[in-house]
């Protein structure tokens, strides 16, 4: 697989409080693999092993592979456990080494803005790692909060805006649409 191949690359954040961002991201992934790309999907705060997307990835390798940085539980942002702050930093450092070595050609960094925003991940060494991602890299970044720098920082940023959801008549995620 050569990278490089979608010429210029640049920085897309999905954020904002309605569904479908990480959802966006993995259909991304599947057609850049259409396209013989290869595609890093790191998620942040996710370590739920009964997610859909763990199953499907693997059918698109050896063009999209997914990787884990987080619990199967809910991080308290007003004081996180430090093996949330653990586990972040951890997929930061395999991020940064993605990026970095340029050993994809779209990096999705799904719900690395609510790292940040829980105080996860440093925001500023975030923004470095922005500006210093080979021209021809792809970078994807997911999650509600997107930071005021994040978006500045960005080529193309869309917001998912709820406007109405089944979860309000107590419906919980379902097995291949939420999760």
């Not at 009964?50 to 539980?73: C, N, W």
């Amino acid at each position: 697989m050569k990278t490089g191949a979608i010429g210029k690359g640049y920085i897309q954040v999905y954020t904002g409080n309605g569904k479908g961002k990480t959802t966006a991201s993995l259909g991304l992934a599947v057609r850049a693999a259409g396209h013989g790309l290869r595609t890093v999907i790191i998620q942040f705060m996710k370590g739920w092993i009964d997610y859909g997307e763990l199953k499907g990835v693997k059918m698109l390798s050896p063009f999209v592979e997914i990787h884990q940085a987080g619990r199967d539980t809910f991080v308290n942002r007003e004081e996180p456990d430090p093996e949330d702050i653990r586990l972040a930093q951890e997929g930061w450092e395999l991020a940064k080494q993605t990026i970095l070595g340029g050993k994809a050609d779209i990096v999705v960094l799904d719900e690395i803005n609510c790292a940040v925003d829980f105080g996860l991940l440093p925001l500023p060494e975030i923004l470095d790692i922005l500006r210093k991602k080979p021209g021809g890299m792809e970078i994807v970044l997911t999650g509600r909060g997107a930071s005021e720098e994040i978006i500045a920082a960005a080529d193309l940023v869309t917001e998912m805006t709820e406007v109405k959801h089944y979860y309000g008549k107590g419906i919980d995620a379902r097995v291949g649409i939420e999760r």
